[in-house]
């Protein structure tokens, strides 16, 4: 059994900034790509970033420049630092993974749970 838990959403500021973490347990044998996406109330679940094991990354157009998608490999963990937020980021932001599991060693799509990200204008 895997897991992914997402922390360090909240209400911030339009121009603010936060960071977001996502870190995977159970049986992992390896974790391929991980990345973020995010469903406002209303709409469909959008890709935010994308990061390969290697560290190769992919942005929505929409948050280019305003925000970096990371990961550390040792730690299972994958971040999100999101700086100059804008109302529009308001959403249910979700950790995303491909991970190997020990026992069979086959690749499973994995989600967290979600956290809340509010931007106030």
């Known amino acids: 059994q895997v897991q992914l838990v997402e922390s360090g959403g909240g209400l911030v500021q339009a121009g603010g900034s936060l960071r977001l973490s996502c870190a995977a347990s159970?049986?992992?044998?390896?974790?391929?790509?991980m990345g973020w996406y995010r469903q406002a109330t209303g709409k469909q679940r959008e890709l935010v970033a994308t990061?390969?094991?290697?560290?190769?990354?992919n942005y929505a157009d929409s948050v280019k420049g305003r925000f970096t998608i990371s990961r550390d490999n040792a730690k299972n963990t994958v971040y999100l630092q999101m700086n100059s937020l804008k109302p529009e980021d308001t959403a249910v932001y979700y950790c995303?993974?491909?991970?190997?599991?020990?026992?069979?060693?086959?690749?499973?799509?994995?989600w967290g749970q979600g956290t809340q990200v509010t931007v106030s204008s």
């Open positions: 995303n993974a491909d991970i190997v599991r020990t026992r069979t060693l086959k690749e499973l799509d994995c």
């Open positions: 990061i390969t094991r290697g560290g190769s990354t």
């Open positions: 159970g049986s992992i044998f390896s974790i391929n790509a």
